[in-house]
């Protein structure tokens, strides 16, 4: 009733959501160069939401080409009549992303010269990916737990950045950088929200 009486005052419903996808095989890990490279377009963009679009765009679509290593998935997330409590939820996600387990990466550090070139290779890949928006959109504003449902909120996500609807973005990722390794004991002890797919 209160959302009806919303719309018809003309008031802008923002929805903010986080979906986390876990990618498990021997062949993930060229993912994780993909979503460093990201980074640090989205860290070189300031902020730029069309620029972290673009971002998110090109994320979206490697993980829909690597949809045969999904193996759990979760989503979560609230929409909002007032913009303040929208902020608020993002940061909240923002924090709770950024804390987990090898999820920011370190553009800092040089490669060490006296590093071996080959790295171990992880089997695990979490990322997670947080949004709000202006409107609606289906196909993520429902539960993500299965591979179709899944395909569709990723698309949804594609469709949001065309339709210039994104007033936030942040995507985290765990392991952050090629020779880490995130194990099966990690993945249940920080992320145990991921339901198998």
Not at 128 to 145: H, K, N
Request: glycine share 6%.
């Amino acid at each position: 009733m209160r959302d009806a009486f919303n719309k018809m005052m003309g008031k802008t419903r923002y929805v903010v959501s986080r979906l986390m996808l876990h990618l498990s095989g021997s062949d993930v890990a060229p993912i994780l160069g993909v979503l460093n490279s990201n980074a640090r377009t989205a860290i070189n963009a300031d902020g730029e939401i069309t620029v972290l679009g673009e971002v998110l765009v090109e994320i979206c679509q490697t993980l829909l080409q690597y949809d045969e290593y999904w193996l759990s998935a979760s989503n979560e997330g609230e929409f909002f009549w007032n913009e303040g409590e929208a902020g608020d939820y993002v940061n909240e996600l923002f924090t709770d992303s950024a804390e987990r387990y090898l999820s920011e990466p370190d553009f800092s550090s040089d490669v060490d010269a006296e590093e071996p070139l080959s790295l171990p290779a992880t089997r695990n890949v979490v990322v997670m990916i947080t949004v709000a928006y202006e409107g609606e959109e289906p196909d993520l504003e429902t539960d993500l737990s299965n591979i179709e449902a899944l395909k569709y909120g990723l698309k949804g996500l594609i469709n949001l950045n065309y339709k210039e609807k994104y007033r936030a973005i942040q995507v985290h990722f765990s392991p952050a950088r090629l020779g880490d390794e995130l194990t099966n004991d990690q993945l249940l002890q920080y992320y145990p929200e991921l339901i198998p797919l």
